[in-house]
């Protein structure tokens, strides 16, 4: 088994990197893929780059070019349900796109019978195993919505009417897609850096380090309970 983290930014990347041993970098696409070994696991991980072209474009190389049988989105988010802090993490059992037309998926290929991508059932059960441990805290599961932009104030009540989601990012729901069409399973781990209480991109970068750091531990954490079932 091989599993792909799939990482934003450098920043998110970073932590995830830091629990690795024997790396061993690949340059692909203009992006440096990181193969190496996670608590024993296979793993490879990068960072794409912000937004939905990018996080699609990369899982598809996990897919194709690395053979990686399962793909974790791991990085930050900003919150938007309102039991959800900062440095929460948020588990997304499901996502979509909040800045398209919902009929070009469901009309249209891939012809999703609701406008959401599902995450794997095996990988939500490994995440609330973890939340079952009490390894990890604030651990929230629902639907995560990704649009091409940072989130501010007036756009999120939009939002949380259309949706109701817990979190909003930019490439959750890319690679989610991009997954679904590959029949490959997939998760999304996104831990808060900002929220309705705390919003802007001030807050996001002042809490990004520590959010992303979360956010590599949780996913260490699914991997491994994860990996005891296959």
């Given amino acids: 088994m091989k599993i792909g983290i799939l990482c934003a930014g450098d920043g998110e990347v970073a932590p995830v990197l830091s629990r690795m041993t024997d790396i061993k970098p690949t340059v692909r696409i203009k992006l440096r893929f990181y193969e190496g070994k996670l608590d024993g696991h296979n793993v490879v991980t990068l960072f794409s780059g912000v937004c939905k072209v990018n996080a699609g474009v990369a899982t598809q190389v996990l897919i194709d070019g690395f053979g990686c049988d399962a793909v974790i989105n791991c990085g ?13 993490t948020v588990i997304g059992t499901k996502s979509f796109y909040h800045d398209v037309n919902e009929e070009n998926f469901t009309d249209f290929h891939p012809w999703l019978s609701e406008p959401a991508f599902p995450s794997d059932e095996g990988l939500i059960r490994a995440a609330r195993a973890v939340e079952k441990s009490r390894k990890a805290e604030n651990l929230h599961f629902g639907l995560i919505v990704s649009g091409e932009r940072f989130i501010v104030h007036d756009e999120r009540q939009k939002i949380i009417e259309k949706f109701h989601p817990l979190s909003v990012d930019m490439e959750t729901a890319a690679a989610a897609h991009t997954c679904y069409v590959n029949d490959i399973p997939f998760l999304a781990v996104r831990t808060v850096t900002d929220t309705g209480k705390h919003p802007g991109l001030d807050e996001f970068e002042a809490n ?11 996913t260490r954490l699914i991997i491994g309970e994860y990996g005891s079932t296959i």
Avoid: Q
């Fill in 76 to 88: 930050t988010c900003g919150g938007i349900d309102e039991n959800v802090d900062l440095f929460h």
């Fill in 208 to 218: 990004c380090e520590r959010a992303s750091d979360i956010a590599a531990e949780v």
